[in-house]
Each structure stands twice: as C-alpha cells, then as structure tokens.
C-alpha cells in the first residue's frame, strides 16, 4: 500500500495543510437563508452586473478567489495552483475565472462534488511539496442551472416536493503549507455509485449510494467513528436524502444522529422560504456553507473536527435522455483545529 | 517556493512515476491514418455495439483502461486513483465509465489538454506517496463532439480548411511508483490564455498562446531547451497552429525545428485522408498519438526524452453565443526512458 495511505481510499497527511483563508458570496435567496451572517457578501442582483447569468457566475467565481486571496494577504501570482469546476458545459464559469486569475489551472468535473475533489486536491499537492499556496473553489448559479439541466425559466415551471433549488454562490478557501488552522487532516476519495434512480427531480436519492459509500469507507479506513466527530456534512442531499443516509449508515453500525447535517439543509430555512422545496443543491450549495459558516465555526474552535462531505450527481440531459440512471460520487475531506 | 518546485510552473519528481503500460484504442478514420500500426485496437463501427455515439464513447474510455490493466497484469481494484475527462457535458464518457470501473475518481475537464492534465496529476499523487498505482485517461469521439459543439452531423455542414477534425479513440496510460519507465520526470502546468481568437473553426490558432506559454515556462524553469528533447509534440494546433507556435517560441530564442510536431497532424495522412483539412483535435488525439506511437518509442528507445503538450480549447457553445473568444491551455510533461 502507499506510504501515505490508509485502507483503499483514504490519505493521511503528516503535514496537513492549513486552509488560511475563505471567502464566500451568495444569491439573493441565500443571503436570506439563516446563514446569512457568515457570508462575505450578498448579491444584490443575480445578473451581478453583467450581461448573462452565464458571465454572472464567471464574475462570481472570479470575485470569490480574489477575495480569498485578500483575506490571506495573498496575490495570484502567489498562488502555485487552482483547483476548480463548477456545472455548466465545459466548466465555463472557472476556465473564464482562471483567464483573468493566470494561476496554473486544473480544471475539475465532478458536478456538486466540486468543493471537496478541489480541497481533496489542493491538499494533495501541497502536503506533497509541489506548492506553498493553492486555491480549491467552486460556484453555482441558480438561473444558469435551471436554463442548462431544465427549462428556461420563463416556463414557470412547477416543481416537485422533493425538487431541490441550486445555490447561486461560490466559495474559495486558500490552503497553504504553513499557517494556523484549520488542517486538512484526511481526504477519502469517492467512487462512482449507481443504484438505478433515474428522477431528475430526486437527485438527493440518487446520490444516497455514493455517500453513503465514501462515509463508510471513510471510517473503515481510518478507524474514526462518528463520535470522533463534531459535525459530518454531505452537499446536497437535502431533506429526503439526509434522512435516507442516517439509515443506511445506520445499518452498517454508524449512528451519526445529532452529529449529521446537510449543507443543502442548513443554506435554506426550508420551512419559510418558498421553492426551495426538499433543500438547497448545486456545487455553491456545500461551497457557500463550508467556507461561510463551517469555517467561522472551526476558526473560533466551537467545532473541534468536520467532516465535509460534497456529493455529485454525474448526470447530464443527454445521458438522461438516452434512459441512462444517474450515478452519484462523493470526497470527504476531514478538517480539524487542533 | 515549494519544495518540489521549479521555477513558477513546473514540478520536478524526485521519485519519478513509472508509465507501465498504456492502451489506445482508435476509430475507423484514424484507424486508415500513418499510426494505425501503433494502436492496439481499431474500431470497426463507430456505435463500437452501443445504441448511441454517447455511450460508445462511454464503452470507448472504459474499454481502453481495462486494456491498459490488462496488459500491466492489474485488475481495476488495485488501483489507488482513476482521472479522467472527456469533451462531453459533464463529462459523461469518463463518469458512466467510472461506475463500470469503480477505481476512486477524479473527474477532470481540461478539453483536449486533459491526458497531459491526467497524466500530471496521476504522477503528483504517485511522486507524493498517495498511490501505487494511478491510472490516466481521456477519450473523444468524432460523432458526439460534432453534434455537441457543431452541427448534427446529418446536415452534413461544410467545413473550412482550417477546420480540424475530432478524433475518436481513447488512450490511457497506467502510472506505478515501481517500473521500468518511461518516467514522468517533470511537470509544467498551464495557465489559461487568450488572445481573442473567435474563430471556433480555427481553434489550433487560439490554442497557440497557451502553448507557447507553457513550452517557454518549461524551458525557463526546467533550464532545458530543444536540444535536449528528442521529441517536443503538442496535442491538437493542426497544420496552422503547428507553424505558428514554431515561430513564436523560435522568437523567445528556442528553435525547436525539426524536434517539434503536433499529435493532429500525425495522427492523420492530411494529404490523402479526405475531410480531416487542417489534422486532428480532441482528447483523444494527444491520447492515442502518446499512448499509441509515443509510448511505443520511449519504450524500444528510439525517442529519449518526449515533451507531451496536450492543448486545449475552453470554449461552449453557450460562451461564443454570448460573444466570448476562446481561451486555451496547455499541460506539459516530459517523459524518459534512461
């Protein structure tokens, strides 16, 4: 087995990076959701001054990085690499973000998972020596989403309970191999899980099977159980998918009760807030929650160790269309202040 | 600076990854081109059994990593990191592959710089004590790009002669941290340029910058030059970008001359191959040309020292819509056989 490997997915870093900084913006509906005091900043106009919503979340992702890098007293060219991805054809929003940036790019797919392959990454090459400083981000943009995977939103269209609403934010955390906390202590690497949902609409479901999976995986590799924990957060799960994986975790002999939360969950207050329906979703949707209100948490040490837990669902309308189901994949990352 | 670092860019291994094996399987058309000799499987039918151009690329990518662990006497589960990526939305050749192979994955979109992308990142992971064993892979097919990015391909749309042509064919390539080479040696990591070419006919043009970029900061942090490349080759600039990129590093004091070529213009016979104009593009034209005939020298020690510099377009349909030029990158990595 690899040197720095634990069990058959996870890594253990000996000198774990610390994340120095975040930053975090947010949509209108998620600045007045109840996490709205850890944001960095709210959008006043989902178009943020530009011309498509498509540009919008480029501006977002962009802005997002660069304020990161301020709160570190950081410039780019400080920076040795940039971890990011995000939904839209050709991950559009972080290529046009990394144009302006001129950091040296790796680009990622791997849909709402992208926070935590990004961290999982960034962690990697910087407890690997290849870098002091680099940047994992990502974002999501309600209406450029919708208009991709959907319908254009000039149909109206209605939306089932168990319908999720993609986050418009993005987050950024800036990882450096010196620094004060929060470490990167574990990363356990997902695989592609399938158990045949093929409802677009139910996509918290759908991705159940891939989280399940690396939590599990997680545990059996590094003999941490819940308990050892302070918080384990998937992505986006939502409402019916977050009470489906209590249980299947459950079974194998892991009660993650108060422990566990999602992300998709806590962005929204689901019992006020209109259409947000089973929860929040979209790769903005663990990125705003982790680098606004999780991070805050762990810096002033009233959660002690995270595990963060992105999930993507890895369809697209053509694999849907061509009656594929929709396969899932989630990265925990395990973050401590210590 | 980091320890592993050279200069702004590049990463030198001091335990190089070991490219075991590789595989590369090719379409009809590339199977009639001057490399046929080199792939091991050629298609007969571009459907390669499937119902539709999507999931045979799908069956395309799984089917060449099998390949690539058949010949190095693995078997999926032994395998520590798959990444991947493909020019389909959301990457869906390389993810429904994934759920075939169940190897923890990273999903990566990088256009068609994505096997030097991969390649980089499978060296960092091994290099840096996370894995044994990694596995680096991209595909593209010439039938689900066209009518992605283009035009149905029953419009039978004319092409000008600066047009490139997809490639369909896959290649991957299994890196080992124990192995007989060729090794990865170093690593140069692209930032994303542009230039403001809009010309989505002519996009070996609007890679140029990003490769050039790149070939210049190899060569400015590595302190090599061409002299001491046996082989320089970039992924898809075509008969166009090929002569220009020449140039413009010639201009920085490097003459690659006659060291230099690029996959798409190798890849087919440009002269009598009707339709393919200025040469190859797509993922998997690096992919089969580096996996196929590259490999197939370093190993019989024809070629000493190969730069492999995948380039790619980061442009969509929906971002030349909205009047964006077409940002580009490139990825370089040396491997040797010594």
Redesign the interface.
Same mark, same amino acid.
């Given at each position: 087995? #690899?040197?720095?490997?634990l069990g058959?997915?996870t890594?253990k870093f000996n000198n774990p990076p610390s994340i120095i900084s975040t930053a975090s913006i947010a949509g209108i509906k998620e600045g007045e959701g109840p996490l709205r005091d850890y944001y960095d900043m709210v959008l006043k106009d989902d178009l943020f001054g530009e011309?498509?919503w498509?540009?919008a979340e480029s501006k977002l992702s962009r802005e997002t990085v660069l304020l990161s890098l301020s709160k570190a007293n950081l410039t780019p060219d400080k920076i040795?690499?940039l971890f990011a991805?995000d939904l839209?054809?050709?991950?559009?929003s972080s290529?046009?973000s #990394?144009?302006e940036l001129?950091?040296?790019?790796?680009?990622?797919?791997?849909?709402c998972s992208t926070m935590t392959?990004s961290l999982?990454?960034a962690s990697?090459?910087?407890?690997?020596?290849? #870098?002091?400083y680099a940047v994992a981000t990502t974002s999501s943009h309600f209406c450029s989403a919708e208009r991709?995977y959907r319908f254009p939103l000039e149909y109206g269209t209605q939306r089932p309970p168990t319908a999720q609403w993609t986050v418009t934010g993005s987050g950024a955390a800036v990882l450096a191999?010196n620094g004060n906390g929060p470490y990167v202590k574990f990363v356990t690497?997902?695989?592609?899980?399938?158990f045949g949902v093929k409802d677009a609409n139910n996509m918290g479901a759908a991705m159940v099977p891939a989280a399940a999976d690396t939590i599990l995986r997680h545990f059996k590799d590094t003999g941490l159980s819940p308990k050892d924990y302070d918080l384990i957060a998937t992505g986006d799960l939502g409402e019916l998918g977050g009470e489906l994986i209590k249980d299947v975790v459950a079974k194998e002999g892991y009660d993650m009760g108060s422990k566990y939360t999602d992300c998709g969950i806590e962005v929204y207050d689901t019992e006020k807030q209109i259409d947000v329906n089973a929860g929040g979703s979209g790769c903005g949707c663990s990125a705003i929650t982790f680098c606004g209100y999780i991070y805050d948490q762990l810096v002033k040490k009233n959660l002690g160790r995270v595990l963060l837990v992105s999930t993507g669902a890895?369809?697209?309308?053509?694999?849907s269309l061509?009656g594929?189901s929709i396969?899932g994949?989630a990265h925990a990352v395990t973050i401590e202040m210590g």
């Amino acid at each position: 087995m #690899a040197e720095k490997k634990l069990g058959q997915q996870t890594v253990k870093f000996n000198n774990p990076p610390s994340i120095i900084s975040t930053a975090s913006i947010a949509g209108i509906k998620e600045g007045e959701g109840p996490l709205r005091d850890y944001y960095d900043m709210v959008l006043k106009d989902d178009l943020f001054g530009e011309e498509s919503w498509e540009k919008a979340e480029s501006k977002l992702s962009r802005e997002t990085v660069l304020l990161s890098l301020s709160k570190a007293n950081l410039t780019p060219d400080k920076i040795d690499y940039l971890f990011a991805g995000d939904l839209l054809n050709q991950i559009i929003s972080s290529s046009f973000s #990394a144009r302006e940036l001129k950091i040296p790019f790796f680009g990622l797919y791997g849909a709402c998972s992208t926070m935590t392959e990004s961290l999982s990454m960034a962690s990697m090459v910087i407890d690997g020596g290849y #870098a002091d400083y680099a940047v994992a981000t990502t974002s999501s943009h309600f209406c450029s989403a919708e208009r991709q995977y959907r319908f254009p939103l000039e149909y109206g269209t209605q939306r089932p309970p168990t319908a999720q609403w993609t986050v418009t934010g993005s987050g950024a955390a800036v990882l450096a191999k010196n620094g004060n906390g929060p470490y990167v202590k574990f990363v356990t690497t997902g695989r592609v899980m399938d158990f045949g949902v093929k409802d677009a609409n139910n996509m918290g479901a759908a991705m159940v099977p891939a989280a399940a999976d690396t939590i599990l995986r997680h545990f059996k590799d590094t003999g941490l159980s819940p308990k050892d924990y302070d918080l384990i957060a998937t992505g986006d799960l939502g409402e019916l998918g977050g009470e489906l994986i209590k249980d299947v975790v459950a079974k194998e002999g892991y009660d993650m009760g108060s422990k566990y939360t999602d992300c998709g969950i806590e962005v929204y207050d689901t019992e006020k807030q209109i259409d947000v329906n089973a929860g929040g979703s979209g790769c903005g949707c663990s990125a705003i929650t982790f680098c606004g209100y999780i991070y805050d948490q762990l810096v002033k040490k009233n959660l002690g160790r995270v595990l963060l837990v992105s999930t993507g669902a890895l369809l697209s309308p053509t694999s849907s269309l061509q009656g594929e189901s929709i396969p899932g994949i989630a990265h925990a990352v395990t973050i401590e202040m210590g």
